[in-house]
């Protein structure tokens, strides 16, 4: 029993930091995205390409990958499978940075993709506070001030009268 515990402990602990790792690669493509194609441009240098899309954990990935159940040693190929295919272009690649930037968007929408089933079959990576990170977009913000103010009232209906039998 105790055994089986701590198997599904090292799991656990696997699979948050594969989902850190992609989580932090999907992240730095995003922010770094149009800047990346500038240098590349501007510095003809592979770098920024490069170190945006390195991966923090790739070290003994053999050996923690064994402790998932084989789906999601599937699915966590998969998605180190396109994060490779990208940087094997980044690192060849005789484009000019125009037609780089067209076919990292290609490249770029499988890897996204592959890491949206990444997240569903492993979860999100847990926070440095110990909170689940989740995806989440901001749709309207309101000021702290203002929710003072702002407190919901149910409105009450009119209230009816009955009609008096007659």
Sequence with gaps: MARRKKADEIAARVR???AMDAAGIMRRLEAR????????????SRGPLLETIASRYAEGAFEQLIHLPEQEQAVVDRYYTHLDELR???T?????????????????KRLEESY???????????SADGARVVDAEVLRREDKGDTAAKTLTRAMPPRQRRASPS
């Design 116 to 126: 949206r089933v990444l997240v569903v079959t492993l979860g999100p990576p847990v």
């Design 88 to 90: 094997w272009y980044f």
């Design 33 to 44: 995205r149009d800047e990346m194609f500038a240098l590349f441009s501007r510095l003809r």
């Design 16 to 18: 948050n930091l594969i």
């Design 92 to 108: 060849y690649t005789e484009d000019m940075p125009g037609t780089a930037q067209v076919n990292f968007i290609k490249l770029h």
